[in-house]
């Protein structure tokens, strides 16, 4: 069973950086795309970046383009996304989430693509 762990949140002033990792145990984490999400108190969650089994493919919302980047390293397991330049607008919870094919019906940062999670990640910018 595919067990998802999210760590590197934390409270960081505006314009600085994170990174978040997303840790995979019980299963080879290279037989899965992997997609960041992020849910802010109140509002609804939303896809931040997405990357393909292999890591040649990857994905941003309009709001991150530019300021994150998602990787992987299949030998370790785990997926990373970095975050610069960040702002207030960033603070929520950040998930990562894995599938082992996208169906096509959603878009591949849509929530209903990934049936395995993660507890979450709480990251703060604030001055």
């Known amino acids: 069973q595919l067990q998802l762990v999210e760590s590197g949140g934390g409270l960081v002033q505006p314009g600085g950086s994170l990174r978040l990792s997303c840790a995979a145990s019980?299963?080879?984490?290279?037989?899965?795309?992997i997609g960041w999400f992020r849910q802010a108190p109140g509002k609804e969650r939303e896809g931040v970046s997405c990357?393909?089994?292999?890591?040649?493919?990857?994905l941003y919302a309009d709001a991150v383009k530019g300021r994150f980047t998602i990787s992987r390293d299949n030998a370790k397991n785990t997926v990373y996304l970095q975050m610069n330049s960040l702002n207030p607008e960033d603070t929520a919870v950040y998930y990562c989430?894995?599938?082992?094919?996208?169906?096509?019906?959603?878009?591949?940062?849509?929530?209903?693509?990934?049936?395995?999670w993660g507890q979450g990640t709480q990251v703060t910018v604030s001055s």
């Open positions: 989430a894995a599938t082992d094919g996208y169906s096509g019906d959603y878009w591949p940062l849509s929530a209903y693509e990934y049936a395995y």
């Open positions: 019980g299963v080879r984490l290279s037989s899965y795309a």
């Open positions: 990357i393909n089994n292999s890591g040649r493919t990857t």
